[in-house]
Structures are given as structure tokens and as C-alpha cells.
T-cell receptor, first 109, second 113 residues
């Protein structure tokens, strides 16, 4: 089976940086995704890593270490609109995804 | 502009009364997925279609069925909803390749009275 762990909640101040960690143990690995999900809405795609290293996309960056089964999502210059749940998802071989339970980030003024 | 459309956005049904949720896509993607997501939990894959091929997850209850009459549309039928089936139901699509991304619809929030 798949095991994907991420913290339940994080709180940070507007303008700050927050790092959301994700660890995974899966039967295979064919890429790791991060999605953002606002309350009551559908997940929206943020980033995709399949090779080790850092992928930067504006204020958001995602890092992957396949040997450690570890990824993080880095949110910089936090804005109030970044308050949401962030889902880590792993593709273990074919095209299906297994999701973590999500990390709820609360941004305070 | 909408790519994955779900109707209705909110559905209320009675215990045991069959309900159908619909999903349509304008992306011409090969794969369509149905997920169930309960509050503060991960989306749970119920089943998916790769073109016309139906793939059921092993732990999906028989109470849940799906139909895909054509590339654009996919339906989720809940034959006898129970209180435990109250959840957000998410439809997603992807091309079906090993490196592609899943795109989600806005979801249907199901309430069972």
C-alpha cells in the first residue's frame, strides 16, 4: 500500500516563508505532485517533481529527494489568499495518484 | 474556459434514494476519475475510466457505480446513499500518460438526510 505523511496544520504570518514537508513510502515512484485546495473547492495543480532537486515557480518551490522519500513545498512572501490545504500526491507507476491528507496553512496578518 | 465541469455543485438526497452526479470535460482527455473526499481527509479514488475501460478500486463499495457514455461525460451513481456517503465528490481528468497532470472539477458536495 501507499503511505504519504504530511503535517496536519501550519500557521504563518503574512510575508513570511512556510515549508510543508511530505514523506512517502510507495511500492513505486513515477512523480510527486503538489496541489492547493481552498475550502470547499477542487484541488488545483501547483507543481510536479520526478527528478531530485528544486523546481521553482514564482513564489512557490518544490523539492524532491527520491532516495529519502521526501519532498517539500516552499511558499514565499505569504499572502492571505495562500490560506488553504496543500496536498502531496505520489504516482506510483501508472497514471493514478495517491494523496496525503493535506496540510492546512493559515496565514495571519 | 471551464475544462472539467461538475453538476450539480450541491446535491441533497434522502437516505436510500438513488442519486447521480455528472462530470463533463472539454479537454478530450482519455482518463476520467471519481474521488470521494471527506472533511480534512485525502481524496480517495473510487474508480476511473481509461477510454471505455472501467477500473474499480478494490475497496470501492458496490453501492457506487459509474458510466461513461462518451469521451466527454462520466457519471457517478450512488444506488442507496447512506449517511456515511455524505462527502465532496471530485471528478478529474488526465491524458493518461505517465508524466501528465490530473485536472479537477469544482466538485459536488453531497448531503444525505
Amino acid at each position: 500500500g501507499q503511505n504519504i505523511d504530511q503535517p496536519t496544520e501550519m500557521t504563518a504570518t503574512e510575508g513570511a516563508i512556510v515549508q510543508i514537508n511530505c514523506t512517502y513510502q510507495t511500492s513505486g515512484f513515477n512523480g510527486l505532485f503538489w496541489y492547493q485546495q481552498h475550502a470547499g473547492e477542487a484541488p488545483t495543480f501547483l507543481s510536479y517533481n520526478v527528478l531530485d532537486g528544486l523546481e521553482e515557480k514564482g513564489r512557490f518551490s518544490s523539492f524532491l529527494s527520491r532516495s529519502k522519500g521526501y519532498s517539500y513545498l516552499l511558499l514565499k512572501e505569504l499572502q492571505m489568499k495562500d490560506s488553504a490545504s496543500y496536498l502531496c500526491a505520489v504516482r506510483d507507476g501508472d497514471y493514478k495518484l495517491s494523496f496525503g491528507a493535506g496540510t492546512t496553512v493559515t496565514v495571519r496578518a | 474556459d471551464a475544462m472539467v465541469i461538475q453538476n450539480p455543485r450541491y446535491q441533497v438526497t434522502q437516505f436510500g434514494k438513488p442519486v447521480t452526479l455528472s462530470c463533463s470535460q472539454t479537454l478530450n482527455h482519455n482518463v476520467m476519475y471519481w474521488y470521494q473526499q471527506k472533511s480534512s481527509q485525502a481524496p480517495k479514488l473510487l474508480f476511473h475510466y481509461y477510454d471505455k475501460d472501467f477500473n474499480n478500486e478494490a475497496d470501492t463499495p458496490d453501492n457506487f457505480q459509474s458510466r461513461r457514455p462518451n469521451t466527454s461525460f462520466c457519471f457517478l451513481d450512488i444506488r442507496s446513499p447512506g449517511l456515511g456517503d455524505a462527502a465532496m465528490y471530485l471528478c478529474a481528468t488526465s491524458r493518461g500518460g505517465e508524466t501528465d497532470t490530473q485536472y479537477f472539477g469544482p466538485g459536488t458536495r453531497l448531503t444525505v438526510l
